[in-house]
């Protein structure tokens, strides 16, 4: 079997399956594990290669989310399975469907229920005061995580301030951050490449007097923990977990 994997969520849940030696091609984005490296280079999750990835003789595409638009008429070799994942349960349905695809369901399910498991176990060891947590996804213009993330937030310990649990992330305004005046903000911005400077953010008009940075209650977590649909939300709520913890005693 021969897999183009264009996003890197759907890499990363084909190597922790088992199905890693079967990638072929990966985009620019793909960056873990390590041996996702070493497969061909197919564009971005934004922009494919169709001719390159046809090259390739695949029999699966898997793409997720956003799309490329060179594969919405697609013809050439490989079935396009496209991935959407939502809330959290929609994250583990993912792993499981290409669990089946692969021939690999056994190693998707004994996933699936490890990573139940270790939230279970997070979820279960989290602070019984929760602090509200502002998760930010995007910062121009700013856009409170949606989707998956709320319900790591809770997990994690906290309550999520913005953002709908199975909803995309959305714009917000800093009278709506005033008005739910979070105790944490969370920065996980996606294609994060420059260093974070906190002072992008205070210098938001308005943001400046927010409680949390006032009181210098802000974290920046790498994007590739909580904006991945995959296995390593697991470490990204156990990041979350920790923070919440840090910052509930601090309170």
Known sequence: MRIV?????????????????????VTYHCDYPAKALQRQ????????QPKAIDALAPDFII????RPEELRTYSGRGEVIHLEPTGLSSVLETILLLGRVTGRYQAAEQLVQTMQQEFENIRASAPVNKIKVYCEAWPSPPMHAGNWVPELIEIAGGTAVGGSHASPSSLVSVD???????DLMVFHWCDQEKPFDIEQIRSRSGWSKLRALQANAYEYLPENLLNRPGPRLVDGVRQLHTIIRKHQRAK
């Open 5 to 25: 994997s264009l996003s890197p969520s759907s890499t990363e849940i084909l190597f922790a399956i088992g199905a890693g030696d079967e990638v072929v091609g």
């Open 41 to 48: 280079r197919l564009g971005s999750w934004l922009h494919a």
């Open 176 to 182: 709506a951050l005033h008005n739910a005046d979070p």
């Open 63 to 66: 793409t997720t989310t956003f």
